[in-house]
């Protein structure tokens, strides 16, 4: 079982910029497709985007595409979030999953996913 911990979160103005990190502990990092979610109050906890075993390739939800950057570092066993432009409705908890997948394949839905960490609150004040 692999453990992932979030960081980064926080308070930003909107039009402002965050970065979300994502360490994930064991050995076979690379064998695990990545993705991040994100929880609003009263809302479903919703995909934001993913990123393939080896980083080569990406998807993004329309709500966030052309802002955020997902990428990886299989050497260091992170995952980061660069999030730019951003305005109150990005305002949720931001959850970090991963699972077991094949080279080169996405995932997208919440149940694609096995592991999650306990999530990072981001705060975008207008």
């Known amino acids: 079982q692999v453990q992932l911990v979030e960081s980064g979160g926080g308070l930003v103005q909107a039009g402002g910029s965050l970065r979300l990190s994502c360490a994930a502990s064991g050995r076979t990092f690379s064998s695990y497709a990545m993705g991040w979610f994100r929880q609003a109050p009263g809302k479903e906890r919703e995909f934001v985007a993913a990123i393939s075993r080896s980083g080569g390739r990406t998807y993004y939800a329309d709500s966030v595409k052309g802002r955020f950057t997902i990428s990886r570092d299989n050497a260091k066993n992170t995952v980061i979030l660069a999030m730019n432009s951003l305005g109150p409705e990005d305002t949720a908890v931001y959850y970090c999953?991963?699972?077991?997948?094949?080279?080169?394949?996405?995932?997208?839905?919440?149940?694609?996913?096995?592991?999650w960490g306990q999530g990072t609150q981001v705060t975008v004040s207008s």
């Open positions: 999953a991963a699972v077991r997948g094949y080279s080169g394949l996405l995932y997208s839905r919440r149940n694609d996913y096995d592991y």
